[in-house]
């Protein structure tokens, strides 16, 4: 007998439990003699579907299969005659009911008109059978309890999701509509080659280095307390929920984590912003109607925005994972943000807590190449730079130089100093009320860095850009 190669050893079947679990024999049956009877057409349409072997019950159904998948890809015939000396070649032919089954299984089918309804079936038995080993799995893991509950639940919560995404198949398409796709990109850009192409930040100069936040990036943002990080993000949080008149922009849909300022405060902050009124005069003096009115109309427009708040503190990375797949799954995210790295507390609390944010920030990447869009994330710089009296470098990120590895985007805010102080203190004496701020774009893997100067408006908690600098209405 020929000796059976590695890659064709049947997998350890799964744990269904005491019953028996769904399958539907004549379904396989048919679909398997229309792939023998029509040479490939509905072998390509199980492959589309990312059919595999496992998806059948029967293990001859199994075995048949993989020979026939086998087969179209070292470019063969797909028939009776080359399936059987396959099995023969890989030492399952008698396992696999042998020719007199192949040839039993083609004189069962007369048209293969209905292997697209056989094929559902078959796919529909499969995830059932997914779900149930799944379900018992987890019941054994919960009794066992061997791990902590937050990582068993980020486990299961995953197995469960993996489910429900493989059941959704994916359409293979010819490489001319992916052609004309990016042919279609490239004229956009250069129609539009000044424009945002991800989401946009609400300063001109960070677009022209960035051009907007784009999917799958993790974007830090690091300052000393005090300068303004929380107002930054909710900059561009404002930025993504209002996109500019004519733009073509639909408003992102957003989804911010906020671990230490309650959703209440953080509500203020964006209606201040938004309306242009000082915070301040609103704690100290009685508002004017004007200001009531102007209050008035952010909050309705803010609304009808697609933000969600989580102001829950004493997270952990996974709590954060679980949420996001939750929403991302109900509708499409398109800007994820996080106030702030540190406070994401560890898996581990007895590790270091240099290797417990160093998982965090890998976690954070991970999430951003998951759900395919920009996360945000905000971190405090150590006291070296204030101590030696310097501008912040990209090391001075506290407690895990992970972080500057793991971003794509490490943006600095500080006070400027020398040449750039120069040029901004006379914008600061004629803007009452603000404050001279630099945002160092220390780190930007697909592009540029340089120092953007900005004013920052404490009353109003919101940068501006310069007036120089500020685009055209």
Sequence with gaps: MVERSSR?????QPDYGDRVPPHNLDAERGLVASIIIDGGDTLERCLEQRVSPEFFFDPKHQDIFRACVDLSQAGSGVDEITI?????????????????????????????????????IVREKHFLRQLISTAVSTVEKAHAHAEGIDRLLEDVEQAFFRISENRISED????????????????????????????????SD?????????PGQMVVVAARPGMGKTSIALNFIEAALFPKPNSGREPAHVLLFSLEM???????????????VNMQKIR?????????????????????????????????????RAKCRRVHS?????????DYIQLINGLDSGLPREQQIAEVSRSIKAMAKEFEVPVIALAQLNRKSEDEARLPRISDLRESGSIEQDADIVMLISKPTGSQKQAIEEEVEHSPGCWARQLIVAKNRNGPTADINLLFNGGLTRFEALAKERPNP
């Design 8 to 12: 064709s050893r049947r997998p350890e």
């Design 84 to 120: 059987t000396e396959r099995l023969r070649r890989d030492g399952r032919l008698e396992s696999s009911g042998g020719a007199a089954y192949l040839n039993e299984l083609t004189g069962l089918v007369a048209s293969t008109a209905h292997a697209p309804h056989w094929l559902a």
């Design 172 to 203: 293979a398409v010819h490489i001319e509509r992916p052609i004309d796709d990016a042919m279609e990109l490239v004229a956009r850009i250069i129609r539009d080659r000044n424009s945002v192409q991800g989401v946009p930040t609400g300063f």
């Design 206 to 214: 960070l677009d022209s280095l960035t051009f907007g936040f784009q």
């Design 262 to 276: 309650p959703a209440r405060d953080l509500a203020l902050r964006l209606l201040c912003s938004r309306a242009r």
């Design 284 to 320: 100290t003096a009685h508002p004017d109607e004007r200001m009531q009115m102007d209050l008035f109309e952010a909050a309705q427009e803010y609304k009808t925005r697609p933000l969600i708040i989580d102001d829950n503190g004493g997270q952990n990375i996974l709590e954060i």
């Design 330 to 338: 109900r509708r499409k995210l398109d800007l994820i943000v996080i």
